[in-house]
């Protein structure tokens, strides 16, 4: 009898590791099918989107978002070289990670920790934001780092370089309820984001890392140091056609 017991647990632990791994399979499948949709079809809202629209409800349930959908040869090449310049110079070459930038801002925000400071550092790509923004809540964790990688790595082999960045633009929080390229063209500068002029895009990639604090501090003094740092780069780097 008790070795009896002892095999019916080793079995009834073997059937709970298959179990959990066929559940993590299935939903990596169904994030897969997911992503091949998102390939051809315009997503309405994000998980950031979703998940900002319920804290903005928490004080006020009336709140809505400012956000709409352009294709990519209506968003302006200015934007797109900003964006690209400020946010991942290397967008057209990589193959969706960074590895050595992920290494070097670990190492610079160790340090900071070390020195008490709280200015951190990203190594994420333009593909990783949009796997984060698109399908992941905004938690940090080794489960939602990975899971992120895995995201990106399934999109960069679905989509093309050209449709992540349009998924980017339109997807990006630009201001406290403020998300995408249009929604921001017209919430900063009355305009389409067609017509956005270098300074212009490159002010608005500069508010990227913290869109909702820019918001209400448009002028500072970093936020036009920084775009006319991005503003010099900008014809520095390469874009999808």
Do not use: C
Not at 201 to 227: E, G, I, V
């Amino acid at each position: 009898m008790p070795g009896g017991r002892k095999l019916n647990k080793t079995k009834v632990f073997a059937v709970a590791v298959l179990a959990g791994l066929a559940a993590l399979l299935l939903y990596q499948f169904g994030l897969f099918i997911l992503v091949l949709w998102l390939s051809v079809r315009n997503p309405g809202s994000s998980a950031f989107m979703d998940a900002t629209l319920a804290t903005l409800r928490v004080s006020d349930p009336q709140a809505s978002l400012k956000y709409q959908w352009v294709p990519y040869d209506r968003i302006s090449q200015n934007l797109k070289r900003a964006v690209v310049a400020s946010e991942d110079a290397n967008f057209t070459d990589h193959e969706g990670v960074e590895w050595d930038a992920i290494r070097k801002a670990w190492e610079y925000n160790k340090k900071q920790a070390e020195r008490g400071k709280s200015k951190m550092r990203g190594g994420s790509t333009i593909t990783q934001q949009l796997a984060k923004n698109l399908f992941l809540s905004g938690s940090r964790s080794y489960w939602r780092k990975g899971q992120e990688l895995i995201l990106t790595y399934m999109i960069e082999f679905v989509m093309s370089k050209e449709r992540i960045l349009e998924l980017y633009l339109n997807v990006a929080q630009w201001g406290r309820d403020v998300f995408g390229a249009e929604a921001a063209a017209q919430h900063y500068y009355r305009g389409s984001a067609a017509r956005l002029t270098q300074y212009q895009a490159a002010t608005l990639a500069a508010m990227l890392p913290n869109p909702a604090y820019y918001d209400s501090h448009r002028n500072t003094r970093y936020l036009r140091s920084r775009a006319a740092t991005i503003q010099k780069r900008m014809g520095m780097v390469d874009i999808p056609k």
